[in-house]
């Protein structure tokens, strides 16, 4: 395999999936729901030559981070269930990458570009912009972050502010 010249958008992305236990394995994918990416158990395949959208891959990390532990390390296998992910993982995974671009400092755009999200990136845009998480009370139920009411009773940061990473 080639080796690409990375951008500092994803070598952002690649130390922060570190530091929270996402593996990023490079690896040649003949075929792939989004191009160049693959789930695997608890990682992320990456082909850079067939990389498109860099910003998939914090979409990706957000299907592991609100999946189960258990259910993280079947990822990419047949053991996974075939209802994975289910509706509200989907959205969550989709909040879950504004907080973690929130938190890298990228611009919504680019993980929330025009060629993907059913072309409704711009409906996430505006709707995070202007605080309307949708997924937030998933999110809050499974442990990793706060609402501004919880948040306030707690003495913590509210949502974007993520209390952890990584779903139990």
């Known amino acids: 395999m080639a080796v690409k010249e990375i951008s500092l958008e994803i ?14 394995i490079e690896k040649e994918l003949d075929t792939s729901f989004l191009p160049g990416l693959s789930l695997g158990p608890n990682c992320i395949y990456i082909d850079y030559d067939q990389l498109l959208y860099p910003g998939d891959i914090l979409h990706e990390a957000g299907h592991l981070a609100v999946t189960t532990s258990a259910e993280r390390n079947k990822a990419g296998t047949s053991e996974m269930s075939p209802k994975w992910p289910t509706q509200a993982e989907e959205i969550a995974a989709i909040l879950w990458s504004f907080a973690a671009a929130n938190h890298l400092q990228l611009p919504l755009d680019f993980v929330f570009h025009p060629n993907g999200y059913k072309g409704a990136s711009d409906w996430f845009i505006s709707n995070f912009s202007d605080k309307n998480y949708i997924g937030l009370p998933f999110l809050e139920w499974i442990g990793l972050t706060l609402s501004n009411d919880r948040a306030l009773k707690e003495g913590k940061e509210a949502f974007p502010v993520m209390q952890k990473w990584l779903r139990d």
């Open 11 to 24: 070598k952002k992305i690649l130390e922060f999936l570190n530091e929270i236990g996402i593996d990023v």
